[in-house]
């Protein structure tokens, strides 16, 4: 019997270890406001993300989020999200994407008329289930370039949502007018938004778990538990009266 219990307890401690932990980084409504900024699928910008920093234990891109929203123009505007590797110094200084597209979504469209100017915006969220490097910088973007090539500029164009603050640290907007050639994300160096608002930041979210943990499913710790209780109630059945 003592086997037995000892057998269930490491059981459901095993349960309980095997939930995966998270950083979340999450600059989202309402956790700060919601603007726009810039728009794809014009002259100015045909690629537009976010920059951030991956550490040294949660490497395991889940799921990231961005926010958009029909501009103008006289179609529907079609693009696309993508994850890439920042070959910047840091993810706060300039460079270019790098490597390979690790992540890139279906068409996304942003139907007109929208609501511009600005509200309320589309929330899209990505899974790429993807490992990333650690102590490493990262870009999620949008780009439009497959439209531009399509339809040509301003043809139908997004408005982008974000925070309106420096509200990441180790992040910032970039931006690439590259047209309708994509593979200029990894050629030209991107830009920042002029003023102070090339410190502020794309409204987003990236949620990164250990690559080794394995993810569970929810009900798992509820099973767990009550293995733990059973445990409980055959120890207390075979102590001495």
């Given at each position: 019997m003592k086997?037995?219990?000892?057998?269930?307890?490491?059981?459901?401690?095993f349960l309980f270890a095997g939930t995966a932990q998270a950083e979340i980084i999450d600059f989202t409504p309402p956790l700060t406001s919601t603007g726009t900024v810039?728009?794809?699928?014009?002259a100015t910008s045909q690629s537009f993300g976010q920059t951030f920093e991956v550490?040294?234990?949660?490497?395991?891109?889940?799921?990231?989020?961005?926010f958009s929203d029909f501009h103008s123009g006289t179609t529907s505007s079609k693009f696309r999200a993508y994850v890439m590797k920042w070959g910047g110094a840091t993810a706060n200084t300039l460079g270019s994407a790098t490597g390979?597209?690790?992540?890139?979504?279906?068409d996304l469209i942003d139907a007109m008329?929208?609501?511009?100017?600005?509200?309320?915006?589309?929330?899209?969220t990505f899974s790429p289930g993807i490992s990333l490097d650690a102590d490493s910088a990262y870009i999620i973007f949008f780009n439009s370039s497959l439209s531009v090539g399509e339809f040509g500029f301003d043809s139908g164009s997004t408005e982008i949502g974000y925070t309106g603050f420096n509200s990441y640290s180790d992040g910032r907007i970039m931006h690439l007018a590259n047209g309708g050639d994509f593979g200029k994300v990894t050629t030209d160096t991107w830009a920042t938004l002029p003023g102070s608002i090339g410190f502020n930041d794309l409204s987003f979210k990236v949620v990164l778990t250990s690559a080794s943990a394995v993810p569970?499913?929810?009900?798992?710790p509820l099973f767990?538990?009550?293995?733990?209780?059973?445990?409980?109630?055959?120890?207390?059945?075979?102590?001495p009266h």
């Open positions: 086997f037995k219990i000892s057998g269930l307890m490491a059981l459901a401690g810039g728009t794809l699928a014009t550490g040294a234990t949660d490497t395991f891109l889940d799921s990231f989020t961005l390979p597209v690790l992540f890139e979504s279906d008329p929208g609501s511009f100017p600005g509200l309320p915006l589309t929330e899209r569970v499913p929810a009900s798992l767990a538990s009550g293995i733990l209780w059973i445990g409980t109630m055959l120890r207390r059945r075979t102590l």
